[in-house]
């Protein structure tokens, strides 16, 4: 009996050794820790497969937002964390998953990436809610997003266990860096898949990559719920009827780029597209999507084949309409903008979350929006503080939207 006990002991003890030789490896600058997975891996899964019970106990003592950050002030900012997820796409399929720590990686000269712009990616969040667990928020949607903007620009999409699974273990292998609950922060996170394999006539590659990093923000405009000025853009379009503006590709951000900092130079930290064939119908702003209350209390979106769809706005509809509140998407005239039609305007994206825009230039004039003297109404403050409450787990989540990390 004794002897079996023993030789116990000393196969755990060997196990034990391995897996902290993987993690003493994993933390050195230039390594990159295997993580096998496969397409029916769960997130349980991977904690045993990545090495032994010793990994997962080390992991789950990391103390949430441990890091020695100023967490009220964090701004929008890259910041360095400790690790990233890299999955690599070979010989037609997705590898295994890979963390590494050094944030440089090497790509080839030919990379249709760098070259003709193959390339798309997400953003999402994950928040440290009330009871003490970190949650991501509506990873699924991501996952569905970015399987669209593969198909767009002929890249070849992942499953959503394996974006989720990405994801999650990113996520997992940053648990200092998660702002703490109450703080008001988020560990924002951006996956991007990007054609590696080299090409020089116009082809899709044959090979990709998906890295997912993760990094603390606050909102994306200082003081959450604090109104901006936006411009409307007059002299560039950010994406043609039948382009890609419903993809998250990569060169939509490059397209608005001059404009952006243009109007960020002339004093407005938001700028507001419409659409490219007429001019007149409102898209959305650079990195966000336009929302509106009219005067009969309706929530209205624009509905166009141009633009995003964006995650907080389908989540902020499906919270107005579990208020009671009419749901509009349709066409909007910059006229109705202008014109005082809508008595509440705000941007809505992850990053952003609801910014309330309190007055809106358009070709040398500007439009107020709501009652001067408050600068929130009272529905969007309603909804804004729904959907916070629902990601900092002080509200039920009735909707399934938030998936747990482990
Ligand atoms: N529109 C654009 C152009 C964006 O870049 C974003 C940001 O992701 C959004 C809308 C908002 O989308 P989501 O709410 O899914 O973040
Ligand atoms: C996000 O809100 O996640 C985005 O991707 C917008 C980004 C350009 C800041």
């Not at 400790?82 to 090497?106: A, L």
């Not at 999402?124 to 593969?150: M, P, Q, T």
């Not at 397209?255 to 597209?273: F, H, R, S, T, V």
């Amino acid at each position: 009996m004794n002897m079996i006990v023993t030789i116990f002991v000393i196969i755990f003890i060997i196990s034990e050794l391995k897996a902290l030789k993987q993690i003493s490896s994993s933390s050195s600058s230039s390594s990159s820790s295997y993580i096998k997975s496969n397409n029916n891996n769960n997130n349980n899964n991977k904690l045993k497969s990545s090495s032994s019970s010793l990994y997962a106990i080390l992991k789950t003592n990391t103390v949430v937002g441990s890091k020695n950050l100023d967490w009220p002030n964090l701004g929008f900012e890259y910041r360095q964390t400790d690790s990233f997820v890299k999955i690599d796409y070979k010989n037609g399929q997705w590898g295994d998953i890979h963390t590494r720590t050094n944030p440089y990686i090497d790509i080839h000269i030919g990379a249709t990436a760098l070259h003709y712009g193959q390339a798309c990616f997400e953003g999402l969040k994950a928040f440290h809610c009330k009871d003490g667990k970190v949650r991501i928020f509506r990873g699924k949607e991501n996952a569905a997003r970015i399987a669209r903007s593969c198909e767009r620009i002929c890249m070849p999409p992942l499953s959503e266990q394996k974006f989720m699974n990405a994801v999650n273990i990113a996520v997992s292998q940053n648990l200092a860096y998660v702002p703490p609950y109450g703080s008001g922060g988020a560990l924002y996170i951006r996956p991007v898949l990007f054609g590696t394999g080299p090409r020089i006539g116009l082809q899709p590659a044959d090979e990709y990559s998906l890295v997912v990093m993760v990094l603390p923000v606050a909102d994306y405009y200082k003081g959450g719920l604090k109104p901006v000025t936006a411009v409307v853009i007059d002299e560039y379009d950010r994406a043609a009827p039948r382009g890609v503006g419903a993809a998250k590709v990569a060169g939509n951000y490059a397209a608005d780029l001059l404009p952006n900092m243009g109007a960020k130079k002339a004093g407005y930290p938001i700028a507001l597209y419409l659409d490219a064939k007429t001019n007149t119908y409102v898209e959305e702003f650079s990195t966000s999507n336009f929302l509106a209350i009219d005067k009969n209390g309706a929530y209205v979106t624009p509905k166009s084949d141009a633009i995003l769809a964006s995650i907080t706005n389908k989540s902020l509809m499906e919270l107005a309409a579990d208020e009671g509140m009419k749901v509009e998407m349709r066409p909007i005239k910059i006229d109705e903008v202008m014109n005082g039609v809508f008595g509440e305007i705000a941007a809505c994206g992850t990053a952003v979350v609801v910014t309330p825009v309190n007055k809106i230039m358009y070709k040398n004039t500007v439009a107020v929006i709501g009652d001067k003297n408050t600068s929130v109404g009272p529905t969007l403050k309603k909804l804004y503080n729904r959907v916070r409450s629902l990601q900092q787990g002080e509200e039920e989540d009735k909707f399934g939207w938030m998936t747990e990390v482990n």
